[in-house]
C-alpha cells in the first residue's frame, strides 16, 4: 500500500515537474528576439494582411459572385487572425513597431474600385494570385530559415490556408467567359514597377516568383 503511494506521488512530481519545466521553455520562446530578417518579414507579412482585408472588403461591397464573396469572407477571417498572431510575437519579443497599412488613396485599390461586374471579380482574383504567390514563398522561407520559434510555428501553420485561398484565387481567374485583354488594371509593385495586376492563367503559372 505504502509502495503504490508513493509511485502515485512519484508520478505525480514527475507531471509537475515537466508542466514546469514546459512552461519554462514556453515563456523562453516568447521572448525570444527577432532578428532583422525576422522583423522585415513581420512587417511584410501585416503588411499584406492589411492589404488583403482592405481588397476583401471592397469585394463584399462589389461583388455579386459566390465564389468571390466566399473567398473574400474568409480572407478578412483568416487574415485577421493572423495578423492577432503575429501582432502577439512582436509584444513578447518587445520589437513593436507601426505595422504598415495600405494607404488609403492606394494606386491598386483606387484602380480596383472603378471596376465592377465580371471585370472587377476577375481583377480581384488576380491581385490575390499575384500577392499569394509572393507571401507564400516568403513564409515558406521563414519556414525554412527562421530561428524564433513561435513565428516558425505561425509560417508552418499559415502556409496551407493561403495556398488554399490561392487555389479558390485561381479557380476564379480560370473560370470561362474571360478575356483579359478587354480589362485593364496596372499596380505599382513596392519597387516601383507598373505591372499586370493580373495575367492568362498559364502565364500565372509560369511567373517566375
Known amino acids: 500500500m505504502r509502495f503504490a503511494n508513493l509511485t502515485t506521488l512519484v508520478s505525480i512530481t514527475c507531471v509537475m515537474l515537466c508542466l514546469t519545466l514546459a512552461a519554462g521553455v514556453a515563456s523562453a520562446a516568447d521572448n525570444q528576439t527577432l532578428t532583422p530578417e525576422e522583423q522585415a518579414f513581420l512587417n511584410r507579412a501585416m503588411s499584406d494582411d492589411a492589404s488583403q482585408i482592405a481588397m476583401a472588403q471592397m469585394a463584399l461591397k462589389k461583388s455579386t459572385n459566390p465564389k468571390v464573396i466566399a473567398l473574400a469572407n474568409t480572407i478578412i477571417q483568416e487574415r485577421t487572425a493572423l495578423d492577432t498572431q503575429l501582432a502577439q510575437v512582436l509584444t513578447t519579443s518587445g520589437d513593436m513597431q507601426n505595422k504598415a497599412k495600405p494607404a488609403d488613396n492606394d ?103
Open 107 to 209: 494606386a491598386t485599390l483606387t484602380s480596383l474600385q472603378s471596376l465592377n461586374g465580371d471585370a472587377f471579380d476577375k481583377t480581384f482574383a488576380g491581385l490575390l494570385v499575384r500577392d499569394h504567390y509572393q507571401i507564400i514563398s516568403a513564409y515558406e522561407s521563414m519556414k525554412a530559415n527562421c530561428t524564433h520559434a513561435g513565428l516558425q510555428s505561425i509560417a508552418h501553420d499559415a502556409v496551407p490556408a493561403l495556398q488554399g485561398n490561392l487555389t479558390v484565387a485561381l479557380d476564379v481567374l480560370r473560370s470561362e467567359d474571360w478575356n483579359p485583354s478587354a480589362h485593364s488594371l496596372t499596380a505599382v509593385e513596392s519597387h516601383g514597377a507598373k505591372v499586370p495586376a493580373y495575367w492568362e492563367p498559364i502565364s500565372i503559372v509560369a511567373a517566375p516568383w
